[in-house]
Structure formats: C-alpha cells, structure tokens
C-alpha cells in the first residue's frame, strides 16, 4: 500500500526560498525601525507554564490556547471517570502544565517580573517570534503565525503612545503600505457603559464592539442583548459607538456625552494630548482617527488602543496593541504601566503579496552566477568569486558542467541578473563575458574590473 502523502497541521505553512526573502524583508524592515527608537531584543521559550497563559486573555483567549500534554503517563492519577468533554477545562489543567504561547505581551510581562533587577526603566524591548493560537483556520487568519512587538514599559507618559504611532507610520511608509491608524480608549469605553448604566457587563459589551468590522452593528447589538444588556442601554449607546467628523469634534461631542463619568473624562483628555503631540510632527503620512468602535477585545489593556487597518485591501487588523496598567501585576509586581503594540507580519505578507510591492530584487538568490566549462574553468573562476563576495556581492558557480542552456535556465529562474562566462579564450586573455539577463546584452571586460562592472550595474 502506499504511504499517505506527507501534509501539515491546518493553519500552518511551510515556507519556500522565494516566500522567506519576502518574509525577512519585512522582518528587516520593521527591525530597523524598531532600532532606530532605541528598542532592545528579547526572546522568550514558545511554551510558558500554563498558569502564566490562562485568565489572560479572557474566556475566548483561553480556549484558543494550545495545550502540551505533560510527558510520560499523563494520565497518571486522574479518576477515569473525570475524563469527558463536559470536563474539559478542568481535567486540561491536571494532564497539560505547559501551553504554546498565545501572544508575546503576557510572556513580556513575565520576562520583567522574573528579571526585573537586572533590567533598566523604563524598558523598552522588541521581540519577533511566533506564536499560536487554535482558531479555525482561514484567509488572513492562522494557527501559527508570527507577532514583531514593540513594548515599552515602567513609564506612563503618553508620548509613549506618540512614539509607538511614529513607528507605525515609518514601517508601513518604508513597506510601501497605505494604511489608516485608528484610536481609542479604554477609559472611553468604560465611561460608555457607566453611562448607560451597564459598568457590570464591561467585558461583554467591550467584546460585542470588537466584532463591529466583522459581523456589522446588528449582530452586535444583539449580542448585546443576549448578554443581558437593556434595549434601552443599546439604544444609547448607537450614536457613541457611530459618532462621526474629526477627531476633535468627536472628543468634544463625547466631553458632553460622557460627562457624568470620570474615567471616561481621563480617557478624552489622553486622546486629546495624544493628537495634540501628532499636530506638531511633520511629514506623518498615516491617517490617525479616533474610532469610537474599536475595543480591543483583550482584558489586560487599561488605556491607548490601537488597531491599523491596510487602505488598499479588505483585511483584518495588520497592526494592534494598546496600554496596560498593571499586566505584571498578575505575576506580583504591581504598577508597572507599559504600551506596545504588535505587527502581524503574516497579514502584512498577504497584503503586500496581493498589491504586488514587494522589491523585484528580493527574488534574486545570487547578483552573478559564474557559467562552469570545466574543472579548469571552475578553478580559474574560484578566486574571482571569493573576492566578489569578499565585497560583499552575492556570487555563486554552477556546480556541474552541463550544457549552457540548462546553466542558463537555472539563472534565469532564480532571478540572477547576471551570468558571468569564462572560457578557453576568455582565460587566456584574462577576459570574462557578461550576459544581463534582463537585456540579452553581452560585453566582454578585462577580469580586473569585474568588481567595478558589478558594483557600478548593481548600484
């Protein structure tokens, strides 16, 4: 019988040579920005304590949580007769101590309550790894995916927020993606339902609203009243959440609306420094807008939310975060304010893949590929080539003598702009022939200027 076709778990990817030159210029890209503000580099395991990871993330981050099985006899102590689905959660939490890390801020917030002594605040740290969630796979969404997080933390200043909105704005203008900055606050929201008299439901009605992109205001607005909230708190609460015009019309319409809740008010007078801050900057080509809709449905965030929207292709959310008060709190170190906010790089990869702007020089594995005649000719080329990559262009020889159309081919499917010839006639009059690629054009130069031939094509 023959062997079932080798395949992967849903919602990952393998990636091919063409894909990954693609994924580390964003990587790259968003690295340099994350440097150039004086960001540091972190990583942490991709599997926490599973008490680190639950009660995190709310009730549905919590069953989106991957779970390792412990190792050996898992079921070593456990009364068979726990084991059922309506048992679920509870018989995880004894045959699973450790889970796949969900997102990167819970893992920083352990990071600095387990190193805080040997760490200098405010703290600011970048790190780009991978996590997991189990979500039902689909466009745009997958069970393995990577997160590049930008957090600073021991510090409650807003132009913490100001910094983080410059970052975003300089990643998606140097990616080349048209993109739309939306605001909102925490505080906003719970000065919203304090003044429809639901402050108790915050979290349902905080969760509602974040699904407002996906499933529109009418299936929010009944799950709010599945969730217990009055008709007449939905009714009051419709033009809060649709409130339109500028955002300093907005935040004046809401000083009146919510002029009975204090939280609410600390929350308007955040966003009006934060815009204020932006005003004064020059050359911010993001649109930055208060969204009254946005949630963010994570409990940890207290203040600033953000969520970054691509302009050009319908897509979820392709940058989020927002500040969180006392995150370390949950780990025993109270007070600790941070911000941050999260690039998905993997939406970024589709939305750029689907707007075809990724750089044309990223396909190309090698600048010169030197054509082999022979062993003699390879030998004569191997220098050549150690001091082309000495300089530092990429250079490689075709391994086999073959026939020139197959060396060729080989060039031309992995992009290599130029082949380097180098024969019989070429060697004794220290010569090498150039082929661009691109052109069909060949000239013959003497083999002393190939590096100024390259450097001067390449530039």
Request: charged fraction near 25%; hydrophobic fraction near 40%.
């Amino acid at each position: 019988m023959a062997s079932a076709k080798p395949s992967i778990p849903k919602g990952t990817r393998d990636f091919s040579p063409i894909e990954m030159a693609k994924r580390n210029h964003i990587f790259d890209t968003i690295k340099s920005v994350f440097k150039t503000y004086g960001y540091q580099p972190i990583e942490t395991p991709a599997m926490e304590t599973l008490s680190t990871l639950l009660g995190k993330y709310g009730d549905e981050g919590d069953r989106l949580l991957f779970k390792i099985l412990n190792s050996g006899d898992f079921t070593k102590g456990i009364d068979p007769s726990s084991i059922s689905s309506d048992n679920a959660n509870a018989l995880s939490t004894q045959i699973c101590e450790k889970g796949l890390r969900y997102d990167l801020t819970v893992p920083f917030a352990r990071f600095v309550v387990q190193y805080r002594n040997g760490i200098t605040f405010p703290f600011k740290r970048y790190q780009i790894q991978p996590v997991w969630r189990a979500d039902r796979p689909q466009k745009g969404r997958y069970r393995e995916f990577y997160q590049c997080d930008v957090d600073v933390i021991g510090s409650n200043s807003l132009l913490n927020e100001v910094e983080l909105i410059l970052i975003i704005d300089e990643v998606f203008r140097k990616l080349g993606v048209n993109n739309t900055i939306k605001l909102n606050n925490r505080k906003i929201l719970s000065g919203m339902v304090q003044v429809v008299g639901e402050a108790e439901r915050l979290i349902d009605i905080t969760v509602a609203i974040d699904k407002i992109d996906k499933i529109g205001i009418e299936a929010v607005n009944r799950e709010f009243a599945e969730k217990g909230v009055s008709q007449k708190a939905i009714g009051q609460l419709q033009p809060i959440i649709l409130l339109q015009g500028t955002n300093n019309e907005k935040l004046d319409l809401l000083t009146t609306a919510l002029a009975t809740s204090e939280v609410g008010l600390a929350g308007i007078e955040e966003m009006r420094s934060i815009f204020k801050n932006l005003e004064s900057i020059e050359g911010l080509t993001t649109t930055v807008e208060l969204d009254l809709s946005l949630a963010r449905g994570l409990n940890y965030y207290t203040g600033s939310i953000f969520e970054v929207k691509a302009n050009d292709m319908a897509m979820g959310s392709i940058c989020g975060g927002g500040r969180y008060d006392d995150l370390t709190g949950i780990f025993g170190l109270k007070d600790m304010s941070g911000v941050g906010v999260s690039f998905g790089a993997d939406r970024i990869y589709d939305v750029m893949e689907h707007l075809n702007i990724f750089p044309e020089s990223l396909l190309a594995s090698s600048q010169v590929m030197f054509a082999n005649f022979g062993e003699k000719e390879a030998v004569y080329c191997l220098p050549i080539l150690h001091k082309l990559r000495s300089l530092g262009v990429s250079a490689e020889l075709y391994p086999d003598s073959v026939k020139m159309k197959k060396q060729f081919n080989y060039a031309h499917k992995k992009n290599i702009q130029f082949v380097a010839i180098v024969g019989e006639s070429e060697m004794q009059k220290g010569e090498i022939s150039i082929k661009n690629m691109s052109t069909g054009e060949q000239e013959t130069i003497n083999k002393q200027d190939i590096q100024n031939f390259l450097q001067r094509e390449l530039s």
